[in-house]
Protein backbone atom coordinates (compact mmCIF):
# COMPACT_ATOMS: atom_id res chain seq x y z
CA UNK A 1 0.00 0.00 0.00
CA UNK A 2 1.37 3.32 -1.05
CA UNK A 3 1.13 5.97 1.32
CA UNK A 4 1.57 9.10 -1.21
CA UNK A 5 -0.95 11.19 -2.88
CA UNK A 6 -0.74 10.21 -6.78
CA UNK A 7 2.56 12.18 -8.56
CA UNK A 8 0.96 15.81 -9.44
CA UNK A 9 -1.70 15.89 -7.24
CA UNK A 10 -1.33 17.47 -3.59
CA UNK A 11 -3.04 17.60 -0.10
CA UNK A 12 -4.34 21.16 0.73
CA UNK A 13 -4.38 20.58 4.65
CA UNK A 14 -6.48 22.06 7.19
CA UNK A 15 -3.70 24.78 7.84
CA UNK A 16 -3.87 26.19 4.15
CA UNK A 17 -7.28 25.99 3.30
CA UNK A 18 -7.76 29.39 4.41
CA UNK A 19 -5.61 30.56 1.82
CA UNK A 20 -8.16 28.81 -0.76
CA UNK A 21 -11.20 29.85 0.90
CA UNK A 22 -10.21 33.53 1.31
CA UNK A 23 -8.99 33.93 -2.99
CA UNK A 24 -12.14 31.38 -4.24
CA UNK A 25 -14.24 34.25 -2.00
CA UNK A 26 -12.87 37.25 -3.62
CA UNK A 27 -13.07 35.26 -7.16
CA UNK A 28 -16.92 34.61 -6.13
CA UNK A 29 -17.67 38.06 -5.33
CA UNK A 30 -15.89 40.18 -8.22
CA UNK A 31 -17.76 37.29 -10.57
CA UNK A 32 -20.96 38.26 -8.59
CA UNK A 33 -20.51 42.45 -8.64
CA UNK A 34 -20.18 41.86 -13.00
CA UNK A 35 -23.42 39.80 -13.07
CA UNK A 36 -21.76 36.11 -13.81
CA UNK A 37 -23.41 33.30 -12.15
CA UNK A 38 -21.74 30.33 -11.29
CA UNK A 39 -22.30 26.80 -13.29
CA UNK A 40 -21.31 23.35 -11.64
CA UNK A 41 -20.45 20.89 -14.26
CA UNK A 42 -19.51 16.78 -14.13
CA UNK A 43 -15.82 16.37 -13.57
CA UNK A 44 -16.14 14.18 -16.06
CA UNK A 45 -17.57 13.89 -19.55
CA UNK A 46 -17.99 12.01 -22.47
CA UNK A 47 -14.43 11.86 -24.12
CA UNK A 48 -15.61 13.18 -27.96
CA UNK A 49 -16.76 16.72 -26.08
CA UNK A 50 -12.92 17.33 -26.02
CA UNK A 51 -11.87 15.70 -28.86
CA UNK A 52 -14.47 18.50 -30.33
CA UNK A 53 -14.48 21.35 -28.08
CA UNK A 54 -10.76 21.76 -26.85
CA UNK A 55 -9.46 20.46 -30.35
CA UNK A 56 -8.19 16.98 -31.37
CA UNK A 57 -4.68 18.13 -32.37
CA UNK A 58 -4.17 20.36 -29.23
CA UNK A 59 -1.64 19.36 -26.66
CA UNK A 60 -4.57 18.90 -24.21
CA UNK A 61 -6.48 16.01 -25.80
CA UNK A 62 -3.67 14.58 -27.76
CA UNK A 63 -1.12 13.98 -25.02
CA UNK A 64 -2.89 14.82 -21.45
CA UNK A 65 -6.43 13.34 -20.87
CA UNK A 66 -7.23 10.87 -18.16
CA UNK A 67 -9.00 8.72 -20.37
CA UNK A 68 -10.98 5.73 -19.35
CA UNK A 69 -13.97 3.37 -20.35
CA UNK A 70 -16.18 2.86 -17.86
CA UNK A 71 -17.67 -0.34 -16.85
CA UNK A 72 -20.89 0.19 -19.78
CA UNK A 73 -17.58 0.59 -22.24
CA UNK A 74 -18.32 4.07 -22.55
CA UNK A 75 -15.04 5.92 -23.16
CA UNK A 76 -14.89 9.03 -20.69
CA UNK A 77 -12.07 12.07 -19.99
CA UNK A 78 -11.50 13.73 -16.51
CA UNK A 79 -12.46 17.28 -17.58
CA UNK A 80 -8.66 18.92 -18.65
CA UNK A 81 -10.58 22.45 -18.83
CA UNK A 82 -14.36 23.28 -18.26
CA UNK A 83 -15.36 26.20 -21.46
CA UNK A 84 -16.15 22.85 -23.40
CA UNK A 85 -18.20 21.27 -20.64
CA UNK A 86 -19.99 24.54 -20.22
CA UNK A 87 -20.66 24.74 -24.18
CA UNK A 88 -22.39 21.28 -23.77
CA UNK A 89 -24.28 22.51 -20.90
CA UNK A 90 -25.24 25.56 -22.58
CA UNK A 91 -26.48 23.51 -25.52
CA UNK A 92 -28.15 20.81 -23.75
CA UNK A 93 -30.35 23.47 -21.73
CA UNK A 94 -31.56 25.20 -24.83
CA UNK A 95 -29.75 28.24 -23.03
CA UNK A 96 -29.71 29.87 -26.71
CA UNK A 97 -33.62 30.06 -26.28
CA UNK A 98 -34.01 32.26 -23.46
CA UNK A 99 -32.16 35.83 -22.41
CA UNK A 100 -28.66 36.43 -24.27
CA UNK A 101 -26.39 37.37 -23.15
CA UNK A 102 -25.75 34.65 -20.31
CA UNK A 103 -23.18 35.37 -17.94
CA UNK A 104 -21.33 32.28 -16.40
CA UNK A 105 -18.95 31.45 -14.01
CA UNK A 106 -17.12 28.31 -13.07
CA UNK A 107 -14.54 27.31 -10.39
CA UNK A 108 -13.06 23.74 -9.35
CA UNK A 109 -10.45 21.19 -10.53
CA UNK A 110 -9.15 20.32 -13.66
CA UNK A 111 -6.98 17.43 -14.48
CA UNK A 112 -4.22 17.28 -16.85
CA UNK A 113 -1.81 14.39 -17.45
CA UNK A 114 1.33 16.73 -17.78
CA UNK A 115 5.14 16.76 -15.98
CA UNK A 116 4.67 18.10 -13.07
CA UNK A 117 7.21 20.98 -12.44
CA UNK A 118 6.35 24.27 -9.94
CA UNK A 119 3.06 25.82 -9.57
CA UNK A 120 1.89 22.80 -12.20
CA UNK A 121 -0.25 19.95 -11.14
CA UNK A 122 -2.03 17.11 -12.80
CA UNK A 123 -5.23 17.66 -10.86
CA UNK A 124 -5.31 21.68 -10.78
CA UNK A 125 -8.08 23.98 -10.13
CA UNK A 126 -9.40 27.35 -12.52
CA UNK A 127 -12.14 30.10 -12.59
CA UNK A 128 -12.96 30.82 -15.68
CA UNK A 129 -15.78 32.88 -17.72
CA UNK A 130 -18.20 32.03 -20.41
CA UNK A 131 -20.21 34.93 -21.81
CA UNK A 132 -22.68 33.75 -24.57
CA UNK A 133 -24.30 35.59 -26.89
CA UNK A 134 -23.05 38.72 -27.64
CA UNK A 135 -20.49 39.75 -30.47
CA UNK A 136 -20.01 43.20 -29.36
CA UNK A 137 -16.14 44.09 -28.49
CA UNK A 138 -17.58 45.71 -25.12
CA UNK A 139 -17.87 42.54 -23.73
CA UNK A 140 -14.80 41.04 -24.48
CA UNK A 141 -13.40 44.34 -22.77
CA UNK A 142 -15.34 43.46 -19.32
CA UNK A 143 -14.04 39.73 -19.20
CA UNK A 144 -10.49 41.12 -19.50
CA UNK A 145 -11.66 43.70 -16.61
CA UNK A 146 -12.96 41.39 -14.77
CA UNK A 147 -9.87 38.95 -14.79
CA UNK A 148 -7.78 42.57 -13.59
CA UNK A 149 -10.59 43.55 -11.26
CA UNK A 150 -10.33 39.97 -9.60
CA UNK A 151 -6.27 40.17 -9.46
CA UNK A 152 -6.68 43.72 -7.88
CA UNK A 153 -8.79 42.85 -5.38
CA UNK A 154 -6.54 39.76 -4.46
CA UNK A 155 -3.53 42.61 -4.07
CA UNK A 156 -2.30 41.91 -7.27
CA UNK A 157 -1.66 44.92 -8.68
CA UNK A 158 1.10 44.73 -11.18
CA UNK A 159 -0.49 42.52 -14.68
CA UNK A 160 1.05 42.44 -18.08
CA UNK A 161 -1.77 42.08 -20.50
CA UNK A 162 -1.39 40.56 -24.14
CA UNK A 163 -3.72 41.34 -26.56
CA UNK A 164 -4.48 40.31 -30.48
CA UNK A 165 -7.10 39.30 -32.67
CA UNK A 166 -6.53 36.06 -34.64
CA UNK A 167 -9.46 37.46 -36.94
CA UNK A 168 -12.14 35.53 -38.01
CA UNK A 169 -11.92 32.05 -40.44
CA UNK A 170 -12.46 34.13 -43.71
CA UNK A 171 -9.10 36.26 -43.21
CA UNK A 172 -7.23 33.70 -41.45
CA UNK A 173 -7.25 31.32 -43.90
CA UNK A 174 -5.34 33.91 -45.97
CA UNK A 175 -3.19 34.86 -43.49
CA UNK A 176 -2.16 31.18 -42.91
CA UNK A 177 -1.04 30.50 -46.39
CA UNK A 178 1.24 33.37 -46.20
CA UNK A 179 2.79 32.17 -42.77
CA UNK A 180 3.49 28.95 -44.70
CA UNK A 181 4.39 30.60 -47.22
CA UNK A 182 7.07 32.09 -44.79
CA UNK A 183 7.96 29.44 -42.77
CA UNK A 184 8.19 26.62 -45.67
CA UNK A 185 11.95 27.90 -46.65
CA UNK A 186 13.38 27.78 -43.38
CA UNK A 187 11.39 24.48 -42.07
CA UNK A 188 14.50 22.58 -42.11
CA UNK A 189 15.59 24.79 -38.59
CA UNK A 190 12.40 24.67 -36.74
CA UNK A 191 12.07 21.96 -33.93
CA UNK A 192 10.07 18.70 -34.75
CA UNK A 193 6.68 19.54 -33.32
CA UNK A 194 7.01 22.67 -35.71
CA UNK A 195 8.10 20.75 -38.46
CA UNK A 196 5.00 18.25 -38.39
CA UNK A 197 2.45 20.75 -37.78
CA UNK A 198 3.43 23.99 -39.64
CA UNK A 199 1.61 23.08 -43.01
CA UNK A 200 -2.07 22.15 -40.87
CA UNK A 201 -1.20 25.18 -38.05
CA UNK A 202 1.24 27.22 -38.91
CA UNK A 203 0.03 29.71 -36.24
CA UNK A 204 1.29 27.26 -33.61
CA UNK A 205 4.85 28.05 -34.33
CA UNK A 206 4.38 31.39 -33.91
CA UNK A 207 4.06 30.58 -29.70
CA UNK A 208 6.44 27.94 -29.42
CA UNK A 209 8.84 28.07 -26.86
CA UNK A 210 11.86 26.51 -28.88
CA UNK A 211 14.57 29.38 -29.13
CA UNK A 212 15.58 27.88 -32.05
CA UNK A 213 12.28 28.20 -33.80
CA UNK A 214 11.50 31.86 -32.82
CA UNK A 215 14.91 32.65 -34.68
CA UNK A 216 14.05 31.20 -37.97
CA UNK A 217 10.61 33.05 -38.83
CA UNK A 218 11.78 36.06 -37.65
CA UNK A 219 9.80 38.92 -39.82
CA UNK A 220 7.37 36.60 -40.02
CA UNK A 221 3.72 38.45 -41.52
CA UNK A 222 1.28 39.84 -38.36
CA UNK A 223 -1.89 38.44 -38.41
CA UNK A 224 -3.00 42.34 -37.85
CA UNK A 225 -2.23 43.02 -41.69
CA UNK A 226 -4.38 40.84 -42.45
CA UNK A 227 -7.48 41.50 -40.64
CA UNK A 228 -10.78 41.86 -42.36
CA UNK A 229 -12.72 45.43 -42.04
CA UNK A 230 -14.94 43.78 -39.64
CA UNK A 231 -12.47 42.32 -37.75
CA UNK A 232 -10.47 44.78 -37.70
CA UNK A 233 -13.12 47.28 -36.43
CA UNK A 234 -13.76 44.51 -33.57
CA UNK A 235 -10.33 44.60 -32.60
CA UNK A 236 -9.96 48.50 -32.43
CA UNK A 237 -13.03 48.85 -30.62
CA UNK A 238 -11.81 46.50 -27.90
CA UNK A 239 -8.60 48.31 -28.25
CA UNK A 240 -10.31 51.74 -27.61
CA UNK A 241 -12.58 50.31 -24.85
CA UNK A 242 -9.66 49.22 -22.56
CA UNK A 243 -7.58 52.55 -23.43
CA UNK A 244 -10.20 54.99 -22.60
CA UNK A 245 -10.60 52.90 -19.34
CA UNK A 246 -7.31 53.55 -18.04
CA UNK A 247 -6.29 49.56 -18.84
CA UNK A 248 -2.30 49.44 -20.37
CA UNK A 249 -1.86 46.48 -22.32
CA UNK A 250 0.95 45.08 -25.11
CA UNK A 251 -0.62 44.10 -28.53
CA UNK A 252 1.66 40.63 -29.21
CA UNK A 253 1.47 39.22 -32.72
CA UNK A 254 2.65 35.96 -31.24
CA UNK A 255 -0.05 35.51 -29.09
CA UNK A 256 -2.18 33.03 -31.55
CA UNK A 257 -4.63 29.90 -30.70
CA UNK A 258 -4.55 28.29 -33.22
CA UNK A 259 -8.25 26.57 -33.61
CA UNK A 260 -10.78 27.69 -36.16
CA UNK A 261 -13.46 28.37 -33.30
CA UNK A 262 -11.06 30.83 -31.88
CA UNK A 263 -11.94 33.61 -33.21
CA UNK A 264 -11.03 37.58 -32.71
CA UNK A 265 -9.83 38.96 -29.13
CA UNK A 266 -7.04 36.61 -27.43
CA UNK A 267 -5.25 38.16 -24.51
CA UNK A 268 -3.42 37.00 -22.17
CA UNK A 269 -2.55 38.18 -18.16
CA UNK A 270 1.28 37.84 -16.94
CA UNK A 271 2.20 38.59 -13.45
CA UNK A 272 6.01 39.73 -13.25
CA UNK A 273 5.36 38.70 -9.47
CA UNK A 274 6.32 34.88 -9.88
CA UNK A 275 8.66 35.09 -12.78
CA UNK A 276 8.99 32.70 -16.06
CA UNK A 277 5.52 30.87 -15.17
CA UNK A 278 3.86 34.43 -15.24
CA UNK A 279 1.01 33.41 -16.89
CA UNK A 280 -2.79 33.55 -14.82
CA UNK A 281 -4.79 33.83 -16.84
CA UNK A 282 -5.82 33.49 -20.83
CA UNK A 283 -8.87 33.48 -22.97
CA UNK A 284 -10.89 35.36 -25.79
CA UNK A 285 -13.33 35.11 -28.32
CA UNK A 286 -14.53 31.62 -29.26
CA UNK A 287 -17.49 32.39 -32.16
CA UNK A 288 -17.40 29.08 -33.74
CA UNK A 289 -17.30 27.18 -30.13
CA UNK A 290 -21.16 26.38 -29.91
CA UNK A 291 -21.56 25.34 -33.69
CA UNK A 292 -18.48 23.55 -33.53
CA UNK A 293 -20.17 21.36 -30.61
CA UNK A 294 -23.18 20.84 -32.10
CA UNK A 295 -25.19 23.86 -31.03
CA UNK A 296 -26.48 27.01 -32.60
CA UNK A 297 -24.30 29.80 -34.28
CA UNK A 298 -24.11 31.89 -31.00
CA UNK A 299 -20.99 33.94 -30.08
CA UNK A 300 -18.52 33.27 -27.00
CA UNK A 301 -15.78 34.98 -25.11
CA UNK A 302 -14.01 33.70 -22.16
CA UNK A 303 -11.12 33.16 -20.09
CA UNK A 304 -9.71 30.78 -17.83
CA UNK A 305 -7.34 31.38 -14.62
CA UNK A 306 -4.89 29.11 -12.62
CA UNK A 307 -5.62 29.12 -9.36
CA UNK A 308 -2.55 27.88 -7.92
CA UNK A 309 -0.49 30.28 -10.20
CA UNK A 310 -2.53 33.02 -8.42
CA UNK A 311 -1.72 31.36 -4.86
CA UNK A 312 1.77 31.49 -5.70
CA UNK A 313 1.45 35.02 -6.47
CA UNK A 314 -0.71 36.01 -3.72
CA UNK A 315 2.05 33.71 -1.43
CA UNK A 316 4.77 36.40 -2.71
CA UNK A 317 3.14 39.73 -0.70
CA UNK A 318 3.32 40.54 2.60
CA UNK A 319 0.41 40.69 4.69
CA UNK A 320 -1.72 39.79 2.21
CA UNK A 321 -3.74 36.66 3.74
CA UNK A 322 -4.47 36.60 7.59
CA UNK A 323 -4.70 32.70 8.88
CA UNK A 324 -7.97 32.83 10.79
CA UNK A 325 -7.66 30.93 14.12
CA UNK A 326 -9.60 27.91 14.70
CA UNK A 327 -11.43 28.45 17.58
CA UNK A 328 -12.62 31.58 19.16
CA UNK A 329 -13.76 29.73 22.86
CA UNK A 330 -11.92 27.37 24.25
CA UNK A 331 -13.46 25.52 27.47
CA UNK A 332 -11.01 24.76 30.13
CA UNK A 333 -13.04 21.54 32.65
CA UNK A 334 -11.60 21.39 35.49
CA UNK A 335 -13.16 18.58 36.33
CA UNK A 336 -14.55 15.62 34.54
CA UNK A 337 -17.93 15.66 37.00
CA UNK A 338 -19.15 18.19 35.36
CA UNK A 339 -19.27 16.75 31.66
CA UNK A 340 -23.13 17.46 31.24
CA UNK A 341 -22.61 21.12 32.45
CA UNK A 342 -19.57 21.68 29.56
CA UNK A 343 -21.62 19.83 27.44
CA UNK A 344 -24.71 22.50 27.67
CA UNK A 345 -22.23 25.36 27.70
CA UNK A 346 -20.53 24.39 24.22
CA UNK A 347 -23.64 23.61 22.37
CA UNK A 348 -25.06 26.97 23.62
CA UNK A 349 -22.32 28.82 22.49
CA UNK A 350 -22.47 26.97 19.08
CA UNK A 351 -25.43 27.44 18.74
CA UNK A 352 -25.09 31.29 18.89
CA UNK A 353 -22.38 30.99 15.91
CA UNK A 354 -18.97 31.16 18.10
CA UNK A 355 -16.64 28.77 16.99
CA UNK A 356 -15.81 26.76 20.69
CA UNK A 357 -13.81 23.75 21.28
CA UNK A 358 -13.08 22.04 24.66
CA UNK A 359 -10.49 18.91 25.77
CA UNK A 360 -11.21 15.80 24.98
CA UNK A 361 -7.85 14.47 26.31
CA UNK A 362 -7.90 14.29 30.13
CA UNK A 363 -4.99 17.46 30.35
CA UNK A 364 -3.77 19.13 33.15
CA UNK A 365 -5.16 22.90 33.84
CA UNK A 366 -2.10 24.28 32.86
CA UNK A 367 -1.84 21.80 29.63
CA UNK A 368 -5.43 23.05 29.29
CA UNK A 369 -4.39 26.31 28.59
CA UNK A 370 -1.54 26.07 26.34
CA UNK A 371 -3.80 23.70 24.04
CA UNK A 372 -6.06 26.86 24.03
CA UNK A 373 -2.93 28.92 22.78
CA UNK A 374 -2.57 26.69 19.76
CA UNK A 375 -6.09 26.92 18.64
CA UNK A 376 -5.72 30.41 18.52
CA UNK A 377 -8.49 30.59 21.49
CA UNK A 378 -9.44 33.97 22.66
CA UNK A 379 -11.36 33.18 25.03
CA UNK A 380 -10.81 30.43 27.69
CA UNK A 381 -13.94 29.83 30.01
CA UNK A 382 -13.00 27.88 33.07
CA UNK A 383 -15.56 25.78 34.64
CA UNK A 384 -14.98 24.69 38.11
CA UNK A 385 -16.85 23.33 41.26
CA UNK A 386 -16.92 27.07 42.70
CA UNK A 387 -18.40 28.21 39.38
CA UNK A 388 -21.38 26.00 38.91
CA UNK A 389 -22.40 26.42 42.51
CA UNK A 390 -22.54 29.95 41.83
CA UNK A 391 -23.83 30.29 38.18
CA UNK A 392 -21.27 32.14 36.69
CA UNK A 393 -17.97 31.14 34.79
CA UNK A 394 -14.67 33.14 34.69
CA UNK A 395 -13.35 33.94 31.60
CA UNK A 396 -10.01 34.68 30.89
CA UNK A 397 -8.72 36.96 27.78
CA UNK A 398 -5.67 35.33 26.33
CA UNK A 399 -4.68 38.34 24.62
CA UNK A 400 -4.82 40.93 27.78
CA UNK A 401 -4.29 38.09 30.23
CA UNK A 402 -7.04 39.40 32.44
CA UNK A 403 -10.08 37.35 34.38
CA UNK A 404 -13.56 38.52 35.21
CA UNK A 405 -16.43 36.81 36.52
CA UNK A 406 -19.84 36.34 34.03
CA UNK A 407 -23.60 35.27 35.28
CA UNK A 408 -24.59 32.35 32.61
CA UNK A 409 -27.09 34.53 31.72
CA UNK A 410 -24.86 37.01 30.09
CA UNK A 411 -22.63 34.67 28.88
CA UNK A 412 -22.98 34.81 25.08
CA UNK A 413 -23.68 38.43 25.09
CA UNK A 414 -20.48 39.57 27.06
CA UNK A 415 -18.43 37.14 24.47
CA UNK A 416 -19.56 38.55 21.52
CA UNK A 417 -19.06 41.43 22.59
CA UNK A 418 -14.96 40.87 23.14
CA UNK A 419 -14.71 39.28 20.26
CA UNK A 420 -16.21 42.15 18.01
ZN1 LIG B 1 -12.10 38.54 -40.38
ZN1 LIG C 1 9.03 24.77 -32.52
Redesign the pocket.
Known amino acids: MQVKAPRGTYDIMPDDIYKWHQMEQIIRRTAATFGYAEIRTPIFEHTELFERGVGDTTDIVSKEMYTFQDRSNRSLTLRPENTASCVRAFIEHSVAGGVLPVKWYYMGPMFRYDRPQAGRYRQFHQFGVEAFGSNNPAMDAEVITLVLEILANLGLHEYELHLNSV??P???EVYRQKLIEHIRPVKDKLCTDCQSRFEKNPLRVLDCKVASCQEAIVGFPNMYDY??P??SEHYNRVRNILTEAGISYMHDNQLVRGLDYYTNTAFEIMIPLIGAQSSVAGGGRYNGLVKECGGPDMPGVGFAMGMERLLLAMNNLENNMNDPKQIDVFLALLDEKYETQAMNLLSGLRRAGIRADRDYNQRSTKAQMKYADKMGARLVILLGEDEIQRGVVTIRDMQTRQQSEVANETLIAAIKAILE
Open positions: GCQCRLCEC
